[in-house]
DNA sequence: GTAAAAGCAGCAGAAAACTGCAAATAAACG
DNA sequence: CGTTTATTTGCAGTTTTCTGCTGCTTTTAC
């Protein structure tokens, strides 16, 4: 990346950048920043300080940190962010202004919510408080956190009211994660916990859609969600005319 | 695992590299955690000495044991400097195991559950999901997210079941933190739409803590949330016996 | 016991952060 | 428009933080 400015950028956009790199990265350099933006490093200061006090970053010696960092160097993703990228991208084809939408928890789910459109003006509902973290970074949105006693381990609601409250609403789409995607038994999780949440956001809604990069499908897990009959769309990073994909689109999935 | 970085790290994210591999493998070794993350020794034993202080690993010769492992527990000590930290640590005290407690968004309550004893168990209620992950951090915490519509502004739970909820509930202790305090109009905020939420969460309360910095005191806002009458909790950076306090102390409130 | 490794205190250079101030820029207003 | 006001930005000087190093003490291992 080169310096995408020589015009003095507004406070604002600034800002908006700063945000970016940080959600991206996870992390930035006051040094780093000034160089790209051409401004002093006082001047960074100054805007990671007010980030800070927004509560947006976590300010640090040297630069900045995304607020929801929990252990930054997952090495084990890391070849799999590119993928899950772009079916972040594919999945955001599916969103239109001024739907509801149910979304689960999920790193594949969060690259998606940061991938989309900054004019996007939809209503928004999740059970994860990552994810809602996430979804409030976009000003159009409204964010709809259903409520309940969270997981320590997925930072998701697990019970109390979700259910009795999913059962009464009725969503435009739900779009969430998987673990195992598989012809027989169809949807599968290894967190058997998560199974009822699941179920019950596909019951919630007219359009379910799955995300998940190649390697889940054909793995099946031990908890059985539901079978690919209850599934729209299956989006994940291969072309959707790949050979892989062939048996799920003649089930009737419509791949993206 | 070889080393991941020849970029320069920042502390705080060789504290998370470091707390990962401790609780991953029980144990670490300073020589090679600074092998791995490319600094001196010095360095790390001084991340070491931090986190100990932190009572989040348990230092020995040689290096550090993750503190689950060997089952001891660091005392609190704080050397609160920050008027923050002092206030939170006074608030700590008022939390017993068991209780089912009521918490609102703001920085003195975060700094508060971050100072939460790592043994404490007890359950949690909250409207804001900023609190919510800090909550998390804490292993033998339940934490209770309260649904609704989310504001983008202070990320916390502003309208939708909230009330009907807050309605359903009777908590041991209420703990919020306030933008003025004033003899004769009692907790005001400048934010008006939090009003109705910081009554409600008073009424579904038996006792109310009110957290905030000397300078709110004697500070009047816009919106009204309730009279002196209806805290029983007051909890300042001040000794208790301050003179500023007095006044507070013969409405009957209890200094802290 | 001795030797090696780890710890510790303190120092110093470098980098970053904060302070106050003045110039530049944007916004408000008649 | 021009003028005034407020905000923003950069700069210089000072203070704080971070980090590696040196010399010395303590712990561990043989």
Same mark, same amino acid.
């Given at each position: !990346?080169?310096n995408?400015?020589?015009?003095?950028?507004?406070?604002?956009?600034?800002?908006?950048?700063?945000?970016?790199?940080?959600?991206?990265?996870?992390r930035?350099?006051?040094?780093?920043l000034?160089?790209l933006?051409?401004?002093?490093?006082?001047?960074?200061?100054?805007d990671l300080?007010?980030l800070?006090?927004?509560?947006?970053?976590?300010k640090?010696?040297?630069?900045?940190l995304?607020r929801?960092?929990?252990?930054?160097?997952?090495?084990?993703?890391?070849?799999a962010v590119?993928k899950?990228?772009?079916?972040?991208?594919?999945?955001?084809?599916?969103?239109?202004?001024?739907m509801?939408?149910?979304?689960?928890?999920?790193?594949?789910?969060r690259?998606m919510?940061?991938l989309?459109?900054?004019?996007?003006?939809?209503?928004?509902?999740?059970?994860?408080?990552?994810?809602?973290?996430?979804?409030?970074?976009?000003?159009?949105?409204?964010?709809? !956190?259903?409520?309940?006693?969270?997981?320590?381990?997925?930072?998701?609601? !697990?019970d109390?009211?979700?259910f009795?409250?999913?059962?009464d609403?009725?969503f435009?789409?739900?779009?969430?994660?998987?673990?195992?995607i598989?012809?027989?038994?169809?949807?599968?999780?290894?967190?058997?916990?998560i199974?009822?949440?699941?179920?019950?956001?596909?019951?919630?809604s007219?359009?379910t859609?799955?995300?998940?990069i190649?390697?889940?499908?054909?793995?099946?897990?031990?908890?059985?969600?539901?079978?690919l009959?209850?599934?729209?769309?299956?989006v994940?990073e291969l072309?959707p005319?790949?050979?892989?994909?062939e048996?799920?689109?003649?089930?009737?999935?419509?791949?993206?």
């Open positions: !990346m080169q995408l400015k020589q015009i003095p950028a507004l406070k604002k956009e600034r800002h908006a950048f700063i945000l970016k790199q940080v959600n991206l990265h996870n930035v350099l006051s040094n780093d000034s160089l933006l051409n401004v002093s490093e006082d001047t960074i200061r100054r300080n007010e800070a006090e927004e509560g947006r970053v976590e640090v010696h040297g630069g900045a995304s929801s960092f929990s252990g930054i160097y997952q090495k084990q993703q890391v070849y590119d899950k990228k772009l079916i972040a991208a594919k999945a955001c084809g599916l969103i239109k202004d001024n509801l939408i149910l979304v689960g928890g999920g790193t594949s789910v690259e919510v940061r989309l459109p900054e004019s996007l003006s939809a209503t928004f509902c999740t059970i994860s408080i990552t994810i809602a973290e996430e979804l409030l970074q976009h000003e159009n949105l409204e964010v709809i !956190m259903l409520g309940g006693k969270i997981s320590h381990s997925s930072k998701v609601v !697990m109390g009211d979700v009795f409250k999913l059962g609403l009725s435009d789409l739900c779009i969430m994660g998987s673990n195992g598989d012809e027989g038994k169809g949807l599968t999780e290894n967190d058997l916990e199974i009822p949440l699941k179920k019950a956001m596909i019951k919630a007219r359009k859609a799955v995300l998940g190649s390697e889940k499908l054909n793995t099946r897990q031990r908890g059985v969600v539901c079978p009959t209850q599934i729209d769309y299956l994940t072309d005319g790949d050979v892989l994909l048996k799920y689109q003649m089930e009737g999935l419509t791949i993206l």
